[in-house]
DNA sequence: CAAAAAACATACTAGTTAGTATGTTTTTTG
DNA sequence: CAAAAAACATACTAACTAGTATGTTTTTTG
């Protein structure tokens, strides 16, 4: 039982892959099983139905990733508005992985399906509340040893830069070019500094 | 030619309905006439396809509103920082039509179409930077007046206000409930009176 | 009011979709 | 190494999709 997780490992990976840039609707079994290789009874073999492969998307991917990426390097920071600063920073500017045309998968996914899919709204739900509970730890751990001035709400600060987040990611859809990003980096940078003791 | 001009806005304010709670790609032609009651022939002859459709739900539905809901409280403000705060208020709090589980229309078109698809990517375009401006100017009035900072960016204030709007409607889709718009709130006017003189 | 154009109605098609039925091959295990 | 279970392969189906072909009805206009 090791070919066949790699399998399964192979199916998510390129079904994300083409979720992430055509949307979850739009990409089609067929379409998967054409990239990946596989056949239809393999797939079938791994995943019930199609849901059941988005939301192993969302849990065997996503979640791995969103630790590594985004809630590691808040952790790990001395100084929290610089950390989530250059958070965004990285996500938006540096990563590689992420285009500015795409979008965030979280978010895409979170738009297309949370208003009539209660699976994939529990889990894009607790893949958000991991992300939002690491930022306000990382706020109140702030306020504890003196870097943010402590009549700060560490709760409503992640929930503005968290949308904000999400929210240039929308015009960097429209306008696909990272340039619309850098107003929002520096006016976030503005921002977190009224944050500062 | 009268009866006409309501048959088709008919079918945009029902398809545009549809679209809204169910999404542009999960919304049938067949659903669409069976709502409307209208049938395919008359569909057919007012749009010669459904994307032709979805780009005149943007400009002849969306654009109007738009001017109408977001542009004219902005434009008509005395001062654009409390403007700004109680125009987020009324489209998050107040606003009966806007459903907090199925978000922004604006954004989830965005979001489905954009990356694929040139005509809506343009009319998304031209409908975000029509609100994009106004603000702008709005704060630029505001700089003048005395009312905002000189040292203020309008674009990057834009750019960052905006964003917060559409990122916390994606936390209202997770969560499906307003109060999830209340600590963002909160945040917003916080931001708001560091940009006053 | 009659001809012409506009507005609508019905029946159909070709392609695509998720999913299944029924196999065969590969791997594991006693 | 043989039986059993796991892993994969192929061919199919029923439902749905956008769009069309070909009508009929309604409205406009000279």
Known sequence: MKKAEATRLNILEKAFELIYVKGYQTTSIDDIIATTQVT??????????????????????????????????LQTAADPLTAIYQLMYNLLIENKFLKVEYGCPAANLTHEMTSWNADFNKALNELTQQWTETMIDVIERGKTNGAVRSDVNA?????????????????????????????YLEELKNYLETLRR
Chains 1, 2 share one sequence.
């Not at 600060?157 to 107003?183: A, D």
Request: proline fraction near 5%; aromatic fraction near 16%; hydrophobic fraction near 40%.
């Open 40 to 73: 239809k009874g393999a797939f079938y073999y791994h995943f019930k139905n199609k849901d059941e492969m988005g939301i192993a998307i969302i849990n065997d991917l996503l979640k791995p990733t969103l630790t590594g990426s985004f809630i590691g390097p």
């Open 155 to 183: 709760r409503q600060v992640t929930m503005f830069v968290m949308s904000g987040y999400w929210g240039i990611r929308n015009f960097g859809k429209l306008e696909r070019s990272k340039e619309i990003y850098l107003p």
